[in-house]
């Protein structure tokens, strides 16, 4: 790996919640809901959809349907990690295959993340990332050259172990890149704690809350799954309207 040497400040974002729209402007946000958001999203976008399109509620989901012919797009989303009533998918990564979503306009609610994805939208730049495509959202960020902001989505409001991990794992690989980080104490406890459990990623995060919930409700293989890292090498942006490649 050849190492390049700029420097730029970074600092983690705990929850959704905390986002303060003040501190965006100039900077790249990275939006990160590793269970299962982002993951879902960039599945679909490798997988051939032609946008995504985060929405707040499900309602606004509903109203957006409704301007489009039936048969361009899909109704996605989730609410306590479960599919919506009425909806076309869930929030599964592995529902979102190649013939399911080739082609199409999916219009996507989630109980987390399509809110932190919308609450960003002021940052310079607003890339969407997961394990799945670290590598490559972070050879954007390296190009991009702003001062990141690591946006976690959490749970509800509050800290999520999945999120947090997966921020350590950027901030391990911009190291590794020769990128040299100024930030506060959760750089580093977030880098320590990917780096220590780096090949255990399926065990930390079953022992989430999310992960937890989703063992529960039998979606184990969405955490093997979200839990893959630099499958796509995809770069994917949020533009204030809908999510791109």
Known sequence: MTKVVIAMRVE????GKEIDEFYLPGKTAIVIDTLRATSTIVTALYNGARVVEPMMGIYEARQRSQDLEIGTYLLCGEREGV???GFDLGN????????VVSGKRVICSTTNGTMTIQKVSKAKFVLISSFLNQAATMDEVIRLGQDLILCCSGTKGHFSLEDFVTAGAMVSELNARGVKI???????????????????LVELMSCSQNGSRLVEIGN??????????????????????????
């Open 12 to 15: 983690i974002i705990l929850t």
């Open 83 to 85: 599919k919506i009533s």
């Open 92 to 99: 599964s990564p592995l529902e979102y295959q190649p013939d």
């Open 182 to 200: 100024y930030g506060d104490d959760r750089i580093q406890t977030a880098r320590l704690l990917y780096e220590r459990y780096k090949d255990d």
């Open 220 to 245: 184990y293989r969405d955490i093997k799954f979200c839990a893959q890292r630099n499958i796509y090498p995809l770069v994917c942006y949020f533009t204030g309207q809908i999510i791109c490649v």
